[in-house]
């Protein structure tokens, strides 16, 4: 655990009574006082994983801790017992174990940042050994896993994300930030290689990581594709590297050419010259040779793109076919006829609810009723004419000279009718009582007809 920043203390961390009490030994049987033994179990527990968090390690050794939690001159006496207490509870557990758990061969590796041998841890074991050494080195499991998932979301947001392998060291350099040590950087691995989402191998001396792409559950292996692709990738790097260096050649000799030629030495310029363009020569085939090599690159991605849409056309195809499988044609037929058969039905049950049917008896009454009404309105128009009073032509000027416009303008008005309408007051109930009949019938005829 690296102290890179300061422990932050609880508030009991100031009060002497507690602090004497919680420094103190664990009793050697825990019946005797069950709560003192929990309470100080529960307080070094939250105070380890919160200082190792703090701190960004995810592992832990009692030298450590002792180091970190020193007050006034004095070491707490139980951090053994709380050790061993969180790893019965899964929250710790050894390097080594914790190593030897992972099916892969971290021997190869990992074994050279581990702090304990899995050897010595191997024979404690069978010897039945409680005793936890100063330098052994535990895993906090909780932090560990927290770490992985953080270094696999560092390399997916990165420019490095398409490349199928990694080396360790641009491993390391990608994220040197999630894991600023070695050994936190391996633990993480061991984490993802536990979840099956990372595979760690080594290739020619060269550590390698593949990583799982998004969406998969589990990491492939390391297939030779990917070996070729990855030295082909490193070609690349290197060719790039010795094309910028070759350019940087380049420039120093034209920069020597032009300080030559100030001095008036054109023959050492001259030299300068031809040695630039030999650099130049030289950087071209590099460059032609990158180009080949992406062109390369870009073949197989293309390749692989192809072999994933083939591989979904597949699955499309499978799906499509079990989908299908029950289904025909003529199944298809007898469903649509039966779905028109049964709106056909709902239809006519539609229709008769809403009693739309009529007659066309009813149809023809309400025709005739139609016709007299408009017979009579034409037989009032026709007697209404002859009663009124002709329209007047002249004009209502008045005439000119007159001092009195105003009585002239009376003068000539047309006289006030005096005559009547020739209609009586007998003729206008009849027609009155004749029209409330009508009426009175038509509404029972619209009465009756739901019920025909």
């Known amino acids: 655990m690296e102290h890179t920043k300061k422990t932050v203390f609880p508030d009991d961390w100031e009060d002497e009574e507690r602090m004497n009490f919680l420094f103190s030994d664990f009793k ?32 832990l050794s009692l030298k450590e801790l002792n180091a970190a939690f020193k007050r006034n001159g004095r070491l707490p006496l139980g951090l053994t017992t709380v050790i061993q207490s969180m790893a019965r509870c899964g929250k710790l557990q050894r390097e080594s174990e914790f190593a ?3 099916d892969s061969g971290w021997l190869s590796w990992g074994v050279g940042v581990l702090l304990v041998k899995p050897l010595k841890w191997t024979f404690s074991t069978l010897l039945g050994s409680s005793l936890v050494s100063q330098d052994e080195s535990f895993v906090v499991i909780e932090l560990v896993k927290e770490k992985a998932a953080d270094l696999l979301e560092a390399y997916r947001s990165s420019a490095f994300s398409g490349r199928s392998l990694l080396s360790f060291q641009e491993l390391s350099e990608l994220c040197s930030e999630v894991c600023p040590g070695e050994s936190s950087l391996c633990l993480a691995l061991l984490q993802l290689q536990r979840e099956k989402r990372c595979t760690v191998s080594v290739h020619e001396g060269e550590k390698i990581v593949k990583f799982s792409r998004p969406g998969q559950c589990r990491v492939s292996p390391v297939s030779d594709v990917d070996v070729g692709i990855y030295q082909l990738q490193c070609s690349e790097n290197l060719l790039g590297e010795r094309i910028k260096v070759l350019g940087l050649e380049a420039d120093k000799c034209r920069e020597e050419a032009r300080m030559l030629l100030r001095d008036r030495k054109k023959s050492q310029a001259l030299r300068c010259l031809r040695g630039r363009k030999r650099v130049e020569k030289r950087a071209d085939n590099l460059f032609a040779q990158l180009e080949t090599i992406r062109g390369i690159l870009d073949r197989i991605a293309q390749s692989q793109t192809d072999k994933l849409v083939m591989q979904a056309y597949q699955t499309g195809v499978a799906a499509l076919r079990l989908a299908l499988k029950d289904v025909t044609v003529e199944g298809a037929e007898s469903l649509v006829d039966q779905i028109q058969e049964l709106c056909d039905v709902q239809e006519d049950v539609n229709q008769t609810l809403a009693g739309v049917a009529t007659s066309d008896e009813n149809v023809d009454e309400l025709e005739e009723e139609l016709k007299a009404l408009m017979e009579d309105a034409d037989a009032m128009t026709d007697r209404l004419p002859g009663v009124l009073p002709e329209v007047p032509h002249n004009p209502l000027v008045p005439p000119r000279g007159t001092a009195q416009g105003g009585s002239s303008l009376l003068a000539s008005l047309p006289d006030v009718p005096t005559n009547t ?30 019920a025909l």
Do not use: M, Y
């Not at 825990?30 to 701190?55: G, I, N």
């Open 421 to 450: 309408f020739n209609i009586s007051d007998q003729q206008l109930e009849e027609e009155l009582n004749r029209l409330t009949l009508r009426d009175s019938d038509f509404g029972q005829k619209k009465r009756l007809e739901p």
């Open 28 to 59: 050697e049987n825990r019946e005797v006082h069950p709560s003192d033994w929990d309470s100080k179990v529960e307080f070094w527990t939250s105070l380890v994983l919160q200082t190792c968090r703090t701190h960004g390690a995810v592992s």
């Open 100 to 102: 030897a758990n992972v």
